[in-house]
């Protein structure tokens, strides 16, 4: 969903968060998640690599944005567009994507 759109009292199914369509709210049913209470405290690179594992290849480092931008909104931040995320991910995991560390025990 659309961050502008986001209702933080009517966020019942994944695609109810912002940045999550319906690709992305399978992707985290396909690990797990089914609820966005379920992302309370959860650390986005966990999922990011679950969903590596799951998928059996690295996937784009972008899904992480999203994963950081979903984590963050449900721990009480404001919704925000994944893209804002993409510099926070680069300066907390640096170069552990780059070189192909995570997601490569699939």
């Known amino acids: 969903m659309n961050p502008d759109r986001v209702i933080r009292s009517c966020t019942c199914k994944l695609t109810d968060l912002p940045n999550v369509g319906t690709a992305i709210a399978r992707e985290l049913e396909s690990i797990g998640v089914r609820a966005p209470a379920q992302l309370r405290g959860q650390d986005p690179l966990a ?6 594992a799951k998928r059996g290849r690295r996937i784009d480092p972008c899904v992480l944005d999203v994963f950081l931008s979903i984590t963050d909104f449900m721990n009480g931040h404001p919704p925000r567009r994944w893209w804002e995320y993409t510099q926070k991910r680069k300066q907390r995991y640096g170069g552990l994507l780059e070189d192909g560390k995570a997601g490569s025990e699939a």
């Not at 999922?47 to 590596?52: D, V």
């Open 47 to 52: 999922l990011y690599e679950a969903l590596c």
